[in-house]
């Protein structure tokens, strides 16, 4: 790194006088205001380097707080002063997403010439300082930090806006304008969707991750409270960490409006985010603003940026939802710090991970015994590692409502349990309506209810409902495989295999996934009486899964066809009944009523309803299973069950 501040140089073929806070070019010298002057040094001193906004907050504004806006002021009112055009810059370098980097030559003055250029005009004389740049100057809070205000009023921004365009015209419109170049500058886009990417943590310490994916989880949740925004799921966002993607691609991929991005610093009892709002089509910047609060305050500092976003984008908020953002939270910050953790490590979907994360809510509870995001973690992750069953999972999820009637994934718990545990039908039903009343935007309610709704054989629902997961949450597996298997039980195959095949290009390097597509696709091309295919496509699966019958069940093909490979399968299944315990009576089943031997097809059901299986709860839609729906056997067990009527029962 050069150190300049102090020296003359030469950036490209303007020469820089830091003292003076003066750029000049042949004839031609532009004042510049001081910290404009300062972001231009720092550029030079990390020079072909990207310099992050944030980098440039810290050493420009050091001594108030401001919003990242006052940033792209400054490098709006230098490029002015440059001449540069920063769709084709010489100067300065908007690196998507990361900031800026000053792409000119850099040297002390002595060394270089400066002469004006023979094709470029002398440099305008405007005072960069000319760009209504807003420094945010604070007033302590209560414990002496400083706190930003409110942003702008709107009419502020307008005449802002308007005396820019008056004073810089042509040169400067781009900042103000969408590219589009359709929305006059200070009319807000209309925004019904939006996507919070990954928060960047700028603290220097990967091991502090946990913290700014926890902030951006929470910021999410807050937002996607609100029924009118369509919000999309962390599963997804967190699909973009670390992507190089411009703001346009990321719109038109997660057809979302808006996005918000921002940067997460936490030090010892201090954090600070940065959060900013920005027109996905055209990456024009709505808003943004610094806070800085103190740690215990985290949960209140979510709370506000969430409301600030939402006064942004003019959304009106029902009573129930204002009073959703404007609740008072109280926590212990260590059991808040515990439970952030918690939930990085349940995010990881792993054995191992889940059983970190469960000791993570535990010491959360211990610090704080009425922290309900802590109970439903615990609920979480006894039901993931021990499944549906567990007495402590129930005791949990009931905790957590106990403390906040209102905690949606609490009641999504609670509903699975229901669901697949007590086979309690209404009760499962409400408790996922509840769950997706309270969060209209939470991706894997809907996609437990339309699992409920497929059991009870209303299958137009389960698809309204798991459509809506997928757009919620585009880059889920469990969204995109589910919404192939309720079209195959809607009996439109041709659209089950094109989802399927769907999943295949958009998860290509998901092992483990792409066997059970496969396999989705084999169950499709039976119904088809595609048998080849079938074939094909269950081979493929079962060696993704690494199956050891795999040459068995080949040879099997060869010589009886496909007859002989379902026999195959039915007798490693009889000679191996603890492999895949879990799934074998309900696969059984599908083999046997597949060759219309109702009789073992009718004991595999009987044995899936024995251990109370998730399989036993789809038999009144299952394709596979036509050949024995009309069995009296298969009609008592749909009464044991207690199934609901149906609009689809035919019997």
């Not at 939802?321 to 404007?326: F, K, N, P, V």
């Not at 251990?611 to 038999?619: A, C, I, K």
Request: charge should be negative; hydrophobic fraction near 40%; glycine fraction near 4%.
């Amino acid at each position: 790194m050069m150190p300049l501040r102090s020296s003359v140089l030469c950036v490209g073929d303007f020469r820089v006088d830091p003292a003076l806070d003066e750029i000049s070019r042949g004839e031609a010298t532009v004042k510049l205001e001081p910290r404009a002057m300062r972001v231009l040094v720092c550029l030079a001193e990390h020079a072909d380097q990207v310099v992050s906004v944030d980098q440039l907050m810290d050493a420009v504004w050091k001594d108030v707080v401001v919003t990242p806006d006052s940033v792209y002021q400054a490098v709006a009112g230098l490029r002015r002063a440059l001449g540069d055009d920063p769709k084709n810059p010489i100067y300065i370098a908007n690196v998507q997403r990361r900031g800026y980097r000053l792409i000119a030559p850099v040297a002390p003055a002595e060394h270089v010439q400066i002469a004006a250029p023979p094709h470029h005009e002398s440099a305008p004389q405007v005072d960069a300082g000319s760009a209504q740049q807003q420094v945010i100057e604070t007033a302590p809070d209560k414990n002496g930090a400083s706190v930003p205000p409110a942003a702008w009023s709107r009419p502020a921004m307008v005449a802002t806006v308007v005396a820019l365009l008056v004073l810089v015209a042509s040169t400067s419109a781009y900042i103000y304008l969408p590219r589009g170049g359709k929305k006059a500058a200070g009319t807000p886009p209309t925004i019904h969707s939006l996507v919070v990417l990954p928060l960047e943590n700028l603290s220097g310490d990967k091991e502090q991750e946990y913290f700014a994916d926890g902030m951006t989880d929470a910021l999410t949740t807050n937002l996607a409270q609100l029924g009118s925004l369509r919000v999309i799921s962390r599963t997804s966002a967190m699909h973009l960490k670390g992507s190089r993607k411009t703001l346009p691609q990321i719109g038109r991929d997660l057809q979302v409006d808006a996005v918000v991005e921002g940067t997460v610093a936490r030090g010892e009892n201090r954090v600070r985010i940065t959060a900013q709002l920005i027109e996905a089509s055209t990456d024009h910047h709505l808003w943004a603003k610094t806070y800085v609060r103190d740690l215990k305050d985290a949960l209140a500092l979510q709370d506000e940026i969430a409301q600030d976003i939402t006064e942004q984008i003019r959304l009106k908020l029902t009573p129930k939802e204002r009073s959703l953002l404007t609740q008072v939270h109280a926590v212990d910050p260590e059991a808040y710090d515990a439970t952030l953790r918690g939930w990085y490590w349940f995010n990881q979907i792993t054995p191992e991970g889940a059983s970190k994360a469960l000791d993570y809510f535990q010491k959360a509870i211990a610090k704080d015994p009425n922290y309900a995001l802590a109970y439903a973690g615990v609920a979480a992750c006894l039901t993931g590692l021990n499944g549906v069953r567990d007495p402590k999972a129930r005791e949990a999820a009931m905790k957590a409502l106990a403390l906040d009637p209102s905690f949606a994934e609490a009641h999504m718990f609670l509903a699975q349990i229901k669901f697949s545990n007590d086979w309690d039908w209404p009760g499962a039903e409400a408790e996922f309506k509840q769950a997706t009343a309270l969060n209209p935007n939470y991706a894997f309610a809907h996609f437990g209810y339309s699992f409920y709704l497929v059991a009870m054989g209303r299958l137009d629902e389960a698809l309204t409902e798991i459509e809506h997961a997928r757009d919620l949450d585009p880059f889920s597996t469990l969204a995109t495989w589910w919404l192939g298997q309720v079209l195959y039980h809607a009996r439109r195959y041709d659209d089950a295999l094109r989802q399927n095949q769907r999943g295949l290009e958009m998860h290509s390097d998901n092992k483990g996934f792409n066997a059970a597509l496969y396999e989705a696709m084999a169950y499709v091309y039976e119904q088809k009486k595609m048998f080849a295919e079938a074939f094909a496509a269950m081979q493929q699966a079962r060696s993704l899964a690494n199956d050891p019958s795999v040459t068995a069940l080949a040879e099997a093909y060869k010589t009886s066809g496909y007859r002989g490979y379902l026999l195959k399968q039915a007798q490693i299944l009889d000679q191996a009944p603890n492999l895949n315990q879990e799934h074998n009576p309900a696969y059984a089943a599908h083999i046997y009523a597949l060759l219309s031997d109702e009789a073992h097809a009718m004991t595999a059901l009987e044995a899936a309803y024995s251990e109370r299986n998730d399989g036993v709860l789809f038999m009144r839609s299952a394709p596979e299973l036509d050949s024995i729906r009309s069995s009296p056997r298969f009609r008592d067990l749909v009464r044991r069950i207690g199934f609901p009527p149906s609009p689809n029962d035919k019997n």
